[in-house]
């Protein structure tokens, strides 16, 4: 098969196993810088071009689109969609997933368990907002809704911590942004575990701690990983969360309460990282998947014609 990677980091770790992967099993493997692509819009030819020359034809496409490159890189891949090539993860799933409320709000349908939040870009009624997570001195967790790996997101210890913190985000952002707030969840603090789902299965997860006492555990932010088992429950409740984005490979952030899992984040594209500290091929899985799924679609095409 032709597969294209679909990655402006083709030095990345992920990228470079998928990759090796997708060769060592045969595949002729092409890795593209999407934002040096353009897409030419007419008729009945839907086109992309790369560095000035058409792109060909490929059997499959595997997105690897930065947080920050959301908008362009799904009109990428909704592009190659729209030429007959099969996608890993489909251009409106990535655009569903990056969305926080949106995410949240799909989550919460499909009966996955999450952090009782509010989400608001109004900045009139914030002892409102707070006491709708339970109010007096309750910490509570407030995030900028574009937030990624930790960044723009702060832990208030109390009602008028949480105050002053609202009012500063609100007043430095003078056209309104979604502002979240969640409950914190103290048993949990500090520690989480990323599931990597393929396929409706989980191929191998970690839990996450931070090395001193910031309530945030993100390998961006210096935490530590190791290897965990999943509980039948939380394994269950991964699987559906990455359904309920639509998601055929995902990472799933959980976080153990009290109640059960409760799912903080559904990554589209998460990094392989954890191959290193499981020993878990998740990049194998993953084109083993590609092939599988791409060979489908093929069969069907060809039905259908």
């Given amino acids: 098969m032709r597969i294209a990677i679909l990655s402006n980091g083709p030095g990345n770790y992920s990228t470079k196993r998928l990759k090796e992967e997708a060769q060592q099993r045969g595949h002729e493997v092409k890795v593209i810088k999407y934002r040096d692509c353009y897409a030419s819009i007419e008729k009945d030819n839907p086109a992309v071009s790369y560095k000035g020359k058409d792109l060909g034809t490929f059997d499959a496409i595997i997105p690897r689109i930065a947080a920050y490159m959301t908008r362009y890189g799904t009109a990428i891949v909704r592009q190659l969609e729209m030429q007959g090539v099969y996608s890993l993860s489909s251009s409106i799933s990535i655009v569903r997933s990056r969305d926080k409320l ?48 930790g960044k723009g997101v702060v832990l208030a210890e109390s009602k008028k911590a949480a105050k002053s913190v609202l009012q500063a985000f609100y007043l430095n952002d003078q056209d309104g942004t979604n502002i979240m707030l969640q409950e914190f969840v103290e048993e949990s603090a500090g520690t989480d575990i990323r599931a990597v789902v393929v396929g409706g299965r989980v191929v191998a997860s970690m839990q996450r701690k931070s090395l001193d006492d910031d309530f945030r555990s993100n390998l961006h932010k210096g935490g ?36 059960g899992p409760l799912v903080l984040e559904v990554n589209a594209s998460p990094g392989f990282g954890v191959e290193k500290i499981t020993g878990r091929n998740v990049a194998g899985a993953i084109i083993e998947y590609v092939e599988l799924n791409a060979k489908r679609r093929k069969k069907k095409d060809k039905v259908g014609a």
């Avoid at 499909?110 to 109010?135: H, M, Q, Y």
């Avoid at 269950?236 to 952030?253: E, N, P, Q």
């Fill in 102 to 149: 949106r995410s949240l709000q799909l989550l919460s349908k499909a009966g996955v368990e999450i952090p009782k939040t509010v989400v608001s870009r109004n900045s009139a009624d914030i002892d409102g907002l707070i006491d709708k997570l339970g109010g007096g001195n309750t910490p509570v967790i407030i995030k900028l809704a574009q937030s990624t790996h």
């Fill in 224 to 259: 530590q990983g190791t290897a965990v088992k999943l509980t039948d429950e939380e394994r269950k409740t991964a699987i559906r969360a990455a359904k309920a984005m639509g998601l055929s490979v995902a990472g799933v952030d959980l976080m153990r309460s009290k109640r």
